[in-house]
């Protein structure tokens, strides 16, 4: 055997590197995945803080099982296809001609209403859930009023109005960019809500359309003038949660932000008092 043939199979070919390097690649995002597996099983949702958001998730993650299972038989038939019914050198014959079939054109038509209606049951029972409001049943009521370019929350009932009759109101002070020394980033409010308790939203607004976002929640609800939207959630978790306008609304859409703050009874309760004798939270 000559030394060019011997040195010829003992160097690694391109491909073979190749496929080396894209193996270790693979098993480097395969780790990276590993790392969060919460975070993997949320496929790309942020984690849920209230009740109806987890009924969201299960409707997100049960919808991509059925889109990659419905994935899994199309790419299964046509690998099938391709290998057991491909056409061959020298057979001239005409494929099998299935267009009269009359079952499977059926079942063609049947399978997709079935997947269909499946996904439309559960959008509409998750749906119905989520969009569920059970005023009287409801701990805390919050009118939230979006305005250019900021919020303001008012806690409404008896046991938030303070001595002088007024609710407990929490406004944003958005800073315009033209002003003195101004940023535009101003000071985002802060709503203060209690966990495990049930938390009614009157959405308004006295200008234009908004809409009220808090990530976290797995949810939004457009805010339109001359129009009161509502919604009620229940937070599982405490925590401090970032909120936005998701509606463009002019030059300082992007000013619009807050924050949610869920807060254990107690603490929430302290929130409360001290609003209500003009003490600082």
């Known amino acids: 055997m000559s030394p060019t043939r011997s040195t010829e199979r003992r160097t690694p070919s391109r491909g ?10 693979a098993l480097l995002a395969l ?7 919460e975070e993997a099983k949320r496929i790309g949702f942020p984690e ?9 998730l299960t409707l997100w993650q049960g919808s991509w099982i059925a889109a ?3 994935g899994g038989v199309v790419w299964g038939l046509i690998i099938w296809a391709v ?5 061959r050198k020298g057979d001239e014959s005409l494929p099998l001609q299935v267009r009269y079939n009359l079952p499977l054109e059926m079942l063609y038509t049947a399978v997709p209403f079935i997947i269909i209606g499946v996904l439309f049951f559960y959008t509409a029972r998750d749906e119905t859930y989520v969009e569920k409001r059970v005023n009287e049943k409801a701990d805390v009521t919050v009118d939230v009023i979006a305005y250019q370019w900021s919020w303001q929350f008012d806690y409404l009932g008896d ?3 303070k001595a002088d009759g007024k609710p407990i109101s929490i406004v944003g002070t958005p800073t315009e960019p033209d002003a003195p020394g101004g940023t535009g980033n101003g000071e985002k409010p802060v709503l203060v809500i209690p966990v495990g308790k049930v938390v009614h939203f009157n959405l308004k607004s006295n200008n234009v359309i908004h809409s009220f976002w808090v990530p976290a929640f797995l949810y939004k609800k457009d805010v ?13 978790k405490v925590g401090l949660y970032e909120g936005r306008c998701a509606e463009l609304c002019g030059e300082s859409h992007a000013r619009m932000l807050f924050q949610v703050k869920v807060v254990p009874q107690a603490e929430f309760d302290q929130f409360v008092n001290a609003n209500k004798t003009g003490g600082v939270q």
């Open 31 to 37: 780790s990276a995945t590993a790392c969060d597996a």
């Open 83 to 87: 290998l057991f019914h491909r056409k």
């Open 68 to 70: 990659l299972i419905v």
């Open 159 to 161: 046991q938030f109005k």
């Open 48 to 56: 849920p803080a209230t009740e109806q958001a987890k009924r969201m």
């Open 224 to 236: 339109m003038p001359g129009y009161v939207n509502q919604f009620e959630v229940k937070p599982t």
């Open 16 to 25: 073979r590197r190749a496929l080396t390097r894209a193996s270790a690649l």
